[in-house]
């Protein structure tokens, strides 16, 4: 996988919006889709791993979303609170399962 | 339960010493194993990966190296360090099955000066 890109780079909403973001993927070779909550210096956080079409999960107030025909994922904030402030990383697992590449994220800043 | 250590958590070392790095992994057996680098301002780079002991790729060229001695022993190198090699260095396992998570180290901060 050659080609990880997430939209937007960065976001600054007010606490209580609600926001989403985008993960696009190479379609071929798909294998799984992971997102991840990372503060930086600090060991990323596992949100969701994906692996089938279709796919929503959801956890408190996150969820998240998969199109593996197409290529893209979204990711859901529901009610944003300061707590949310990260940068948020899609890492798409290509098939045969060993090679996890990241995007470069989306920063959320959530202010008061 | 699983866990991984990684070690130093800070590095400064001056331009041209060497580099070592350790990770290891426990709780598991046959894990997938990455180094993954954050440098200034920018996302987790994938460095180098391996399936199985002495199995190594490396998707980034640069003056690092790694290494897989034991099945749960992921070791990042350098003979020869660039001030470019700073940044935030994790090292991160995740299992052969496919609905499962990475887990990461705690990261190494290094400084090269």
Known sequence: ?112 | SQTIHQWPATLVQPVGSPLSLECTVEGTSNPNLYWYRQAAGRGLQLLFYSVGIGQISSEVPQNLSASRPQDRQFILSSKKLLLSDSGFYLCAWISRIRGTEAFFGQGTRLTVV
Request: net charge neutral; hydrophobic share 30%.
């Open chain 1, 1 to 112: 996988i050659l080609n990880v890109e997430q939209s937007p780079q960065s976001l600054h909403v007010q606490e209580g919006d609600s926001t989403n973001f985008t993960c696009s993927f190479p379609s071929s070779n798909f294998y799984a889709l992971h997102w991840y909550r990372w503060e930086t210096a600090k060991s990323p956080e596992a949100l969701f791993v994906m692996t089938l079409n279709g796919d929503e999960k959801k956890k408190g107030r996150i969820s998240a979303t998969l199109n593996t025909k197409e290529g893209y994922s979204y990711l859901y904030i529901k009610g944003s609170q300061p707590e949310d402030s990260a940068t948020y990383l899609c890492a798409p697992r290509d098939h045969g399962g060993n090679k996890l590449t990241f995007g470069t994220g989306t920063q959320l800043k959530v202010e008061l």
